[in-house]
T-cell receptor, first 116, second 113 residues
């Protein structure tokens, strides 16, 4: 079974500082990788995804992530944090289940705090 | 465009009571799923469905039932609520292709006392 590791549960940055959220996955086949964001008291929404092709993926709100097969990583970055980026971020991988259907497996999430 | 609609938003149950969490989507998505979110645990898959009449278990299915009689609806039933089922529940839908975006409802916050 595939798995997703997000080390730590909280990260705090100053407004204007670099945001780096780490994600490592385990997969024996080329994965589909996703980052979702959850704002307080809301559901999850897609930030960006990697399927095939270019390994640097750009998403909404200035976020981007780079797929590195050799490191089995898909880290999320944003050059300059904004107060509105405060949220919880989830990395996820698509996993082929028995019978050919597919499941989305999530990491444990990372809560981002942005300090003024 | 409503997307994925979950009801209710909040619910308090007594131990042993049963209830159904409702989920409806208007995007004609084949794939629907239920997750529970607990602090420090991320989202864990309870049950999922790849189409009407087809359901399967996820990571934490015990204590929950689902059915899928239509493409639009995917209710989650708690048969006999337990305090361990206190959680936030999310329904999600997407097309049945591995690289597509999942759309989430706003969640149901359930407390079992």
């Amino acid at each position: 079974a595939q798995s997703v590791t997000q080390l730590g549960s909280h990260v705090s940055v100053s407004e204007g500082a670099l945001v780096l959220l780490r994600c490592n996955y385990s997969s024996s086949v080329p994965p589909y990788l996703f980052w979702y964001v959850q704002y307080p008291n809301q559901g999850l929404q897609l930030l960006l995804k990697y399927t095939t092709g270019a390994t640097l993926v750009k998403g909404i709100n200035g976020f981007e992530a780079e797929f590195k097969k050799s490191e089995t990583s898909f880290h999320l970055t944003k050059p300059s944090a904004h107060m509105s980026d405060a949220a919880e971020y989830f990395c996820a991988v698509s996993e082929r289940a028995q019978g050919g259907s597919e499941k989305l497996v999530f990491g444990k999430g990372m809560k981002l705090t942005v300090n003024p | 465009n409503a997307g994925v609609t979950q009801t209710p938003k909040f619910q308090v149950l007594k131990t042993g009571q049963s209830m159904t969490l409702q989920c409806a989507q208007d995007m004609n998505h084949e794939y629907m799923s239920w997750y529970r979110q607990d602090p420090g645990m991320g989202l864990r898959l309870i049950h999922y469905s790849v189409g009407a009449g087809i359901t399967d278990q996820g990571e934490v299915p015990n204590g929950y039932n689902v059915s899928r009689s239509t493409t639009e609806d995917f209710p989650l039933r708690l048969l006999s609520a337990a305090p361990s089922q206190t959680s936030v529940y999310f329904c999600a839908s997407r097309r049945q292709i591995m690289n597509t975006e999942a759309f989430f409802g706003q969640g149901t916050r359930l407390t079992v006392v």
